[in-house]
């Protein structure tokens, strides 16, 4: 049986208004772990849930650009599609466009999914940029201080999406997966490592993602079917921040933030 996860959801008035939560969370997070240690790792995701938050960690003139200490931050991707850098398609392509040109992170502490090359060479080859950066041994396991997670339409999450092989894969660290319903390979870190994160954030917004969010947090389980089922951090708490249009079908949550414009769910998965 899978171990309890204890879920809370802040749903926030708009997408926009989400958005911000998310740029606010990601530079707290990267704070905190440069606090504590020197260093923070995230790793983020693509799809375009992501973009505004970029655009906002970036602005010259917003809270974030100056504050953030860019170059004590390690930046990895959860996935990848099989395309070059510079194609409009590239999760890394986008995030170098909206965030990285324009923040002061150094480029040896970038570490992107090398998605031009065969998906299996660049699974294995991010499998040990991951053990070598993070000086990991044996069986060990990456711990990233937060990763960033967005949700489709059918339930995936990273590129895990449902009915294919990698839902299986516990061994490996990063894998190259097929994926029928869109004829096409991607690249993702397994759920186990997303599982091992200190913090899982789930960034979801627009009403075509009601019906499903509300199965994976509140239906029965099944992960073949639902992917996104498939995190429950072993911090035991995962946090989902959502537009009311995603929300739309979760219980309404009784708790309101003083001084905030968002409501608070929770939920025991």
Known sequence: MARMVSVTYEVWPSAADMALASARVFAERVERAVAKRGVARVAISGGSTPKVMFGLLADPGGPFVNT?????????????RCVGPDDPESNYGVAKELL????????ANVFRMEGELDPEEAAARYESTLRNVMKLEGAETPAFDLVTLGMGPD???????????????????????????????????????????????????????????????????????????????????????????????????????????????????
């Open 68 to 80: 953030v200490p860019w170059d004590k931050l390690q930046l990895f991707w959860v996935d990848e």
């Open 100 to 107: 990285l040109s324009k923040v002061g992170i150094p480029e």
């Open 155 to 269: 339930g995936h999450t990273a590129s895990l999406f449902p009915h294919t092989a990698g839902l299986d894969e516990m061994g490996r660290l990063v894998i190259a997966n097929h994926v029928p319903q869109k004829d096409t390979w991607r690249i993702s870190l397994t759920w186990p490592v997303i599982n091992h994160a200190a913090e899982v954030v789930f960034e979801i917004d627009g009403d075509s993602k009601a019906d499903v969010l509300a199965e994976v947090l509140t239906g029965p389980r099944d992960v073949e079917r639902l992917p996104s089922q498939l995190i429950r951090p072993a911090s035991g708490t995962l946090l989902f921040l959502l537009d009311e249009a995603a929300a739309a079908k979760l219980p309404a949550g009784s708790e309101v933030s003083a001084g905030a414009a968002h409501r608070v769910g929770r939920l025991e998965i």
